[in-house]
């Protein structure tokens, strides 16, 4: 058994941003920040638990809430708004998180039937 993970979930609205290479960095809490660089992760929608795609991992820095900045919303693949949004909804009592970096190895035969629709949209 492996002392780091070896998967990873996102909301099924983000599948897409992740496939076309829009979205290479994650913003988590502690809880979910035990990630090792240059490790392969598996990439799971949280809704369905479908997998979508192999990622890299590349970085795992420390980030405090009120430094998240535009590079950080381009790297999303959001507006800055609309993350700043999301990320006070997901964590809204978190002052320090973690921005995880990542890139896209492959897509599965699968990732086409990924829905797009989210219980937590950015807006």
């Given at each position: ?13 983000l ?26 992760v598996?990439?799971?929608?949280l809704?369905t ?14 980030l405090?809430i009120?430094?998240i ?37 492959e ?10 629709t ?6």
């Open positions: 058994m492996a002392d780091y993970p070896e998967s990873i979930t996102f909301f099924e609205w599948a897409p941003l992740i496939l076309s290479g829009d979205k290479h960095i994650t913003i988590r809490d502690y809880a979910e920040s035990h990630y090792r660089p240059g490790t392969r598996t990439a799971y929608t809704e638990h479908q997998a979508f795609a192999e990622i890299e991992i590349l970085t795992v820095e420390p405090f009120e430094d900045n535009e590079q950080h919303a381009q790297q999303e693949g959001l507006a800055l708004e609309q993350l700043q949004g999301l990320i006070r909804r997901i964590y809204p009592d978190q002052h320090q998180l973690f921005v995880i970096r990542f890139r896209l190895l897509q599965p035969t699968t990732a086409e039937s990924v829905e797009t989210a219980p937590i949209s950015p807006n």
